[in-house]
């Protein structure tokens, strides 16, 4: 007999953080376009794309309404010495501002997102909540806080960074210099690691709980173990993990709700082409014609000092203009090089261009480590080079490092020498590129949207 119930409503949040909340809306976007009812919570400084995407915009409140790109502009650091800080430094600051000392606002906001959609699907239609992972407000739903009008909804974490839950099989996470290895020796080694980082983490784990409790979470101090150790991925009905088995380090100790789901396919353009392409795009179009390879570099929307990866790749690539054109991504409308810094010949260099529309052409993908941008590389199987420091950096670039779909550069701002090898290597040989196109039908055979819905239906029907 045919099943007849209507799809539930999809109630989104996510991190603001650009990073996350791009894949986020992807996926958001994609079901809106199958037939679900979807809202999404999320930041003002966002709402337009929200509302583009087909979702039913609803904001975050108060402290909860990060602007990201303000947060991180060069001319307003979020403390005065903020871009002199060690990355390390910077993370505690961004975890302790836009990660725990926000809870309070963001469940507040959750809870009025969710009263506001269950008063429009009043016909009976239940409501999933789908939240990025990194997005902590939601917490309090599985500590003890009051729901008010109606139970608990189904939950699925949407992880779209490396998942950051704890494993006897993995090395702990932001500790450089482990190797992952699957015998006892190591199992010991991260005990004793994990051991550690609860000790380092002790302080932001207090914080956590206490805004916690004050978000009405009662059980919120019997929230145990280190810091990003999987607390916010497993109170969840589903976990959809954005990537592919052959990315990641193997472990016995998945956790049974836990499903990869493929990466982002490419965006299609919009029927007229992509907007805002440079003038010299045509160079791009043609270089298979020519012979020539493209080598496309970016630095993403955090860390956008264009002298750590995007002028030494430029200046790297000057030895080979004969057969390599650089595409040199700023990341941000508006930006550009300094006035010192000459361009070779085979260097064109733009503020802002879509990776989707750029990747199909490309023969070495130059970026820093984002998950995101590791994704568009996985996507369009371009093999790449990674700088990785920062945020999630270190665990992507490790990644992309031990499964060869690219070479890891290992510190954020490399030589012109380091960089010249390194694109040379993924541009010559091709190892990197066979990696990363059998990555991209891992990819494509777990079809992302499709996993993605047929795992929120079988959870809404359990």
Not at 233 to 257: A, E, N, T
Not at 365 to 393: F, S
Not at 443 to 450: G, I, M, V
């Amino acid at each position: 007999m045919a099943n007849n119930r209507p799809k539930p409503a999809l109630l989104f949040t996510s991190h603001p953080l650009t990073g996350h909340l791009t894949p986020t809306l992807r996926i958001a976007a994609a079901l809106a376009g199958r037939g679900f009812p979807v809202y999404f919570l999320g930041p003002t400084s966002h709402r337009a794309r929200i509302a583009s995407a087909g979702a039913m915009f609803l904001p975050l409140q108060r402290t909860a309404d990060l602007d990201d790109l303000r947060y991180y502009s060069p001319d307003a650091p979020p403390t005065p010495d903020y871009w002199r800080l060690s990355w390390r430094r910077r993370g505690l600051v961004d975890f302790e501002r836009t990660w725990i000392d926000v809870v309070p606002d963001e469940w507040a906001s959750v809870v009025g997102a969710l009263a506001e959609v269950r008063r429009r699907e009043a016909g009976g239609r239940g409501v999933v909540l789908v939240v990025e992972a990194m997005f902590f407000g939601v917490m309090p739903l599985f500590l003890g806080a009051e729901v008010p009008g109606g139970a608990r909804p189904r939950t699925v974490a949407l992880s779209v960074t490396v998942p950051f839950v704890r494993s006897v099989d993995v090395p702990p996470f932001f500790v450089e210099g482990l190797g992952f290895g699957a015998g006892e020796e190591e199992r010991r080694r991260n005990e004793a690691v994990w051991a550690q980082w609860e000790v380092v983490t002790e302080g932001l784990m207090e914080r956590l709980r206490g805004k916690l409790a004050e978000a009405g979470a009662a059980g919120a101090e019997g929230l145990e173990g280190p810091f990003l150790s999987g607390q916010n991925y497993v109170c969840h009905d589903r976990i959809l993990q954005m990537g592919v088995p052959g990315l990641f380090f193997p472990r016995s100790d998945w956790p049974k709700q836990f499903r990869f789901i493929g990466v982002l396919p490419p965006a299609e353009g919009p029927s007229a082409g992509w907007p805002n392409l440079p003038p010299w795009w045509a160079e791009v179009t043609k270089a298979a014609e020519t012979g020539r390879k493209v080598a496309v570099v970016a630095q993403g929307t955090v860390e956008v000092d264009p002298s750590d990866l995007i002028i030494p790749t430029i200046r790297a690539m000057a030895s080979r203009a004969h057969d390599v054109l650089v595409v040199a991504i700023l990341g941000r409308k508006g930006a550009a090089l300094p006035e010192h810094v000459e361009l070779p010949l085979n260097a064109r260099v733009t503020d802002y261009l879509h990776y989707d529309a750029v990747l199909p052409f490309a023969s070495a993908w130059v970026h820093n480590g984002g998950y995101g941008a590791l994704q568009h590389g996985i996507a369009h199987g371009v093999p790449m080079v990674v700088t990785g420091e920062g945020q999630d950096k270190i665990e992507n670039a490790r990644r992309i490092e031990w499964c060869g779909a690219g070479v890891n550069l290992g510190r954020v701002a490399p030589g012109v020498e380091e960089v010249r090898q390194a694109v040379g290597l993924v541009l010559d040989d091709k190892r990197f590129r066979q990696k990363v196109r059998a990555l991209q039908k891992e990819s494509q055979e777990l079809a992302c949207f499709d996993a993605a819905e047929r795992e929120i239906l079988a959870l809404a029907r359990e």
